[in-house]
């Protein structure tokens, strides 16, 4: 079974501080797809990163950063310089080879960035 | 380029009152559709997804149903409303052609059951 584990219910900051955020997944599959979105207060799901697990490469995308290792089953996210704008809800999520290609989500991390 | 659209954005029903909520993607053909539903302060949940006109997958059994009459069209409905259907429902469509595995939401509609 697939399954995708934040345990971080909610985190504050203070602005400019650095943040990581945990993701742990489990499945059988050997190829799979990991997801990180965003969904603000509007509620709109917003796509930030996917990966696919032959790709360990970290990735960094302006203050976003991503941390892929199979070894520990984790795909952890780093926003450096935190901002006001970061607060929001941070979904990690999963999907195998099927030709469904459903999502399964973790519970999310809330995250509330103070001035 | 892609865009989705999901009416009504917010809806209040009563209990035992019908739904239907409507999701139409446009710029695509053959997408995948879905349909997610987060609960209050809670994760997503699959609802049913479609990879054709007509094809439906139910994920969770329950009393809500799914349509997908047009290619770019999914619906979703009840015939009556439970409490426990509030929540926020999220449509979300994948490109239909290989090449990308990356599923991308609506705005939603929020759901108000009372």
């Known amino acids: 079974a697939q399954k995708v584990t934040q345990a971080q219910t909610e985190i504050s900051v203070v602005e400019k501080e650095d943040v990581t955020l945990d993701c742990v997944y489990e499945t059988r599959d050997t190829t799979y797809y990991l997801f990180w979105y965003k969904q603000p207060p509007s509620g709109e799901l917003v796509f930030l990163i996917r990966?696919?697990?032959?790709?360990?490469q970290n990735e960094i995308s302006g203050r976003y950063s991503w941390n892929f290792q199979k070894s520990t089953s984790s795909f952890n996210f780093t926003i450096t310089a935190s901002q006001v704008v970061d607060s929001a809800v941070y979904f990690c999520a999963l999907s195998g080879r099927d030709s469904s290609y459903k999502l399964i989500f973790g519970s999310g991390t809330r995250l509330l960035v103070r001035p | 380029s892609q865009t989705i659209h999901q009416w009504p954005a917010t809806l209040v029903q009563p209990v035992g009152s019908p739904l239907s909520l409507e999701c139409t993607v446009e710029?695509?053909?053959?997408?995948?559709l879905y349909w997610y539903r987060q609960a209050a302060g809670r994760g997503l949940q699959l609802l049913f997804y479609s990879v054709g006109i007509g094809q439906i997958s139910s994920e969770v059994p329950q009393n809500l149903s799914a349509s997908r009459p047009q290619d770019r069209q999914f619906i979703l409905s009840s015939k009556k409303l439970l409490l426990s259907d509030s929540g926020f429902y999220l449509c979300?469509?994948?490109?239909?052609?290989?090449?990308?595995?990356?599923?991308?939401f609506g705005p939603g509609t929020r759901l108000t059951v009372l």
């Open positions: 990966r696919n697990s032959f790709d360990e």
């Open positions: 710029g695509t053909s053959n997408p995948n």
């Open positions: 979300a469509w994948l490109p239909g052609t290989s090449g990308t595995d990356t599923q991308y």
